[in-house]
């Protein structure tokens, strides 16, 4: 079995293989980094298409991992994924609250999701903070909520909810919305490992030792 | 925003959008829950015809399960998805070696990937356990190495790496082989959540509780 084992030529390769599918977006270079990384964690082209990164999405979030900010995610598999030795050198952590106990109560009492009850109680943490959603519809729709309603403004929103019951729908309203950069994927298509590619991408344009 | 927010409910019409998508490929009714989290996991209804169980794979993962059997994965996404609660009502748990320091050095040492170090240090006591990949496709490779070179009988390998890189032959690679019942899915798409999703459902087929 005669495979490419080496970190950085599979990287390399995989770069090059998705190159032509982003040719006729009209890319800037630190989009083309962020969509190849999409991409690749999806093994997937048919997101150059859909991905959807508003104009400032992408300076906003570098300037918010620069000073330091936090990153709040909807699922512990986004927590998971992201790079956080790399994060925590420009002084930012990873927050996510789904297995806390008394988000589970909360939710149960609501006859809500965990992961919507539990952004409702990040609150005002999520001001100048960046977002990172990989599952949950409810929680997106809850932080649409959060800045419409209670005037929370994150830095940045990656917001990439999967599935067939409100994933589509949730994405659409962040896209619509103008308060807020964002980078999403439209329709039922995404997941954690998108979002992670995403921040990741995003992570790595700062960090000059990769 | 009028939107679903309860969990079950979700759950429940998500399954009943892929049905129609599935009604084709003579499934059995245990196959449909497993493949139904795979495409809900993925949101992507194109998974239905390249997602491959082999015959007598279901069995065999849960009658690992059953019997305490360990699970092993190749990054850290895969063991964070699994419902490691309920596996461990059966008496398995879950390991994963690719943050481990001593594992980086065998990596660097050898040019090889972390997660292919990863497996090749587990060795023998991947015997019985289940193996579920979702990132690299050289951890699939280095398993199918294991089994035909060291003999090593893993109960099912959940193969389902992501990428342009070694993804698809890897996982051709595992379907062609009729050692080991496999799950996988074709081509270059996969990924952290879908294993995750496939490990997960054969869980719930053993937990009457939900």
Known sequence: MDFIKKPEEIENRSMQIIEPYLKDLNLTVEEVKVYSRMIHAA?????APIIKISKNAIE???????????????VEMVRTGINK???????????????????????ENQGITRSMAAMRTFGKDLNNSII????????????????IE???????????????????DSKKALAEQSQIPFITV???????????AAINAIIYLLDNSR
Chains 1, 2 share one sequence.
């Open 43 to 47: 093994g997937d082209v048919d997101y």
């Open 60 to 74: 906003a979030a570098k300037s918010a991992i620069k000073s330091g900010s936090n990153i709040y995610t909807d």
């Open 85 to 107: 030795r790399t994060l925590s050198k420009f002084g930012g952590n990873v927050f996510c609250k789904i297995a806390d106990e008394d988000i589970k109560k909360i939710a």
């Open 132 to 147: 990172a959603i990989g599952n949950a519809p409810t929680a997106l729709f809850e932080v649409l909520r959060l800045v």
């Open 150 to 168: 209670d005037s929370i403004k994150p830095a940045v929103i990656i917001g990439i909810p999967v599935g067939f019951v409100g994933a589509a």
């Open 186 to 196: 439209e329709g039922t298509k995404g997941g954690s490992p998108i979002a992670v």
